[in-house]
Every structure is written in C-alpha cells, then in structure tokens.
C-alpha cells in the first residue's frame, strides 16, 4: 500500500512539471548573489491550511523527522563558489536539504549530495553530508514555508527558513573577493598627506585636502567632504597600485567597493607613492592628486 | 544620519564631479580571456558612419579597431560573454546591434585596453587590468 501510495505521489510531482495545475505545494525558488557567489534555492513551498500545528502533528511534520524543509522533491541548495553556513565549510555544487525535527533542543541542518530525491526518502545519515545544528526562534506566522536572505552583507547574509511560527537563521559567509587588510610595510609607501583636483572638461578645479592612513591593518582614505560616510573610507587594493574606495556602513564595515566608477592609479618615484590619478568607468581622469608630505 | 547612501551621493559628496550614467554592473567572473584569433581584423567594427555621430563613441570604435589582435584576447565582464556569436571584447564592437554603442562595460574596457595597450602593456597586463577593474 505505501508502494503504491509513493507511485501515485511520484507520480503526481512528475506531473507538476508538465501541466498548468494548482499544487499544495507550489514550486518556488530564489537567487542571490553576494560578492560574485550566486547562492540558488528550490524548493516546493508548502501552505499552512488552517493546520493548528506544523511541527509535531501527524499531519503536518512529526518530530524525530528527518524532513526536507519543503515539499515533494527535496529543497535543494547550489553555490557557484565555497561558502560557509554556520561556519561549517560547503563546496561549490548542489545539495539536497533536510533537516532533524526536533521537539526540544536544537534541529540538524543536513546537506545531502544526492539531489532530485522524494521527499519520503530521506537520506541516512553519511559521511558525504554536510551537518550542525540550528537553533530554531519564534516568529510571526508565516503561511507558506519561505527560504530567503533577509539579511546581507558585503561578505555573507542570513540564511532563514521559515513556516508557520518557527524560523531557523543560519549565517551564510562567502569568499570575498578582496582583502580590505594589508600589512604595515604594504601600507606605508600611501600613507601621508595629500592633496588633490577634481578634473572637469580636461581642467583642474579648486585643490582639496587628501588623508591616507593606516588604522586596523586597513588603508584608509578621507578627502574633501561633508558627508560623515566618508570621512573615512577604505582603499582597497583591485591591483599592484590601484585601488578602489571601500564605503563603510554605520557599523563600520564595508558595505560596496565603489568600482569600476572610481579607480585611483598611484604613481611611485624611489618605493614612494608620490602621486595618483582617479579614473572613471570610462577611463576618464576624473582626480589628480600628489603627496605633501 | 541617513541609513543609505548612494553611490551618487558618495562620489558627490567626495568630489562633486558627475558620473557617467552605469551600465548594467558587473559581477566578478570566473570565466577564462579568449586566445586572439589568428588574422582576426577589425573588417566587422563599426565605422562613424554607423555611430549616430557621437564623438565619444567614434573614439573608442575607431581605438578598437586599431588594435582588433589585442581586443580579441579579452573577455568582456558585462555579461555578454555567455551570448551566442560571442567570441570576445571585439564582438561586443561588431555588427549593427553592436553591444558597446549602449553598454558602458564595454566601452570602459575598450578605452582602458586602447591607453594601456598605447602605454605598452602587454595583453596578459591588460587582461588584469579589466578583471580588477570590472570583474
């Protein structure tokens, strides 16, 4: 009987893919790209339905379950390049989702690299899975079962799964594609006292204060500006002397590096960084700068 | 304090210059630079005849086409790379539809490849130049 109840339902999934039809449990995916790693889930996202429980009922999801956050065929999770999750390492490629269900204590996140698995096989446990533990949080009632990024950062975001009132976080980091720290004796040959010109039509504006500095293993700039987001910005380094300015968020970190808008070529004469054009996405000169002291 | 900035009012509060309206922006690829094609000409870039007269436009259509052996062994970052009939940088310079009289990814690299090019860097040079700049 469970044979043939499992056909009629693989069956049934089957047919999702080739005909206009209501499910219960529509098919949904989201995209996200953070710093050129493009983060991809799709899942079949199951409704509440007036259900008074959705985990620890029969009718929903039972506890001790291992359960694909999802419906139907098993939520899978792809990276294009390495992430963490939680700290623990995912290589690039696709993943099926589950998760431990569980009454107290915290869940299991399990990442299997078997994909394109029904819901009702859920995989044993193995030594090519990725799994830890989440904690799960109360949350406002959410209808439909919802992966997304709601939070994001220069280098990562927040992972969440949520349906019905219960919700899982999980911190998602990825490879950033810059190192915004720099050692001392890589710093110094910048930092001082500059000045520099806007260039407008091909000719020099009014000369404004230019600081570079070096403060938590970071160069760091400040010109000319009313703005306290930039009174202090980072310059990160794309190649051997051009770099690129960070812009610090409120809670100091950097949020975008601001290219290929605004690229500053340095020039150095005996190991010295001793002037420095800022060029445009078009390669225009858009600054003109030198040291004075 | 506001709680967003834009980019516009970052670079105008720094430096009060105007941008240059943005392209589409591009993501950081992973994608290899193509091998320039032995003989490849500059017979399919567009001429000013074809350029609805700009002058900014005809400038780096014409630099292109000077130097189609080393715009050929670059890989555009704006994402035209993965397009049927793309080869390289030079195809986002070829035909009626060419991608670079709209696309300010494209120009950009075109006129950061033709100065280093005219600065006498080689193409691997110049290869890194585009990737740090607008990959």
Not at chain 2, 78 to 107: N, P, R, V, W
């Amino acid at each position: 009987m469970k044979t043939r109840l499992l056909a009629i339902a693989l069956t049934l999934a089957t047919a999702t893919d080739l005909h206009a039809q209501i499910r219960a449990s529509e098919l949904g995916s989201f995209t996200q790209t953070i710093d050129g790693t493009k983060i991809s889930m799709t899942y079949s996202r199951p409704r509440g339905r007036g259900r008074d429980t959705l985990f620890g009922s029969v009718k929903s999801v039972r506890w001790g379950e291992v359960w694909t956050p999802g419906a139907n065929y098993a939520t899978t999770f792809e990276v294009n390049r390495p992430v963490t999750l939680d700290g623990h390492a995912v290589k690039p490629g696709i993943y099926s989702v589950w998760m431990v269900v569980r009454q107290s204590g915290t869940w299991t996140m399990v990442l299997d690299p078997k994909v394109r698995v029904y819901h009702m096989s859920p995989p044993d446990s193995n030594a090519t899975q990725i799994r830890f533990p989440v904690k799960t949080h109360d949350a406002p009632y959410l209808d439909v079962l919802t992966w997304s990024m709601p939070e994001l950062r220069a280098n990562g975001g927040m992972l969440t799964m949520q349906w019905g009132r219960t919700r899982v976080d999980m911190n998602l980091d990825v490879e950033p594609s810059y190192a915004l720290t720099m050692s001392r004796a890589d710093a110094d040959p910048y930092v001082g006292v500059w000045e520099y010109a806007e260039i407008d039509s091909g000719k020099a504006g009014p000369t404004h204060g230019f600081v570079i500095d070096y403060e938590n293993q970071t160069l760091k700039g400040r010109w000319h500006s009313d703005s306290s987001y930039f009174k202090h910005f980072a310059l990160v380094k794309i190649a051997p002397e051009w770099f690129a300015p960070g812009v610090y968020d409120d809670r100091g970190q950097v949020y975008e590096v601001y290219k290929p808008e605004l690229v500053l070529e340095f020039t150095r004469e005996n190991g010295r960084a001793t002037s420095f054009v800022a060029r445009d996405d078009q390669d225009k000169i858009v600054m003109k700068g030198k040291r004075v002291r | 304090m506001p709680q967003t900035f834009s980019r516009r009012q970052f670079v105008a509060s720094a430096a009060a210059f105007v941008l240059l309206p943005r392209g589409a922006r591009a993501m950081r690829s992973a994608g290899q630079h193509p091998t320039p094609r032995p003989g490849i000409t500059a017979a399919k870039v567009l001429t000013r005849d074809h350029l609805d007269g700009s002058a900014a436009l005809i400038e780096v259509f014409d630099g292109v086409r000077a130097i189609p052996q080393v715009i050929d062994g670059i890989r555009c970052q704006c994402g035209c790379a993965t397009l049927d009939g793309f080869y390289s940088l030079l195809s986002c310079y070829e035909g009626d539809d060419a991608m670079a009289k709209i696309c300010h990814i494209c120009q950009g690299e075109g006129r950061l490849a033709i100065r280093l090019h005219r600065e006498g860097k080689s193409l691997d040079e110049i290869r890194n130049a585009i990737d740090a700049k607008f990959g």
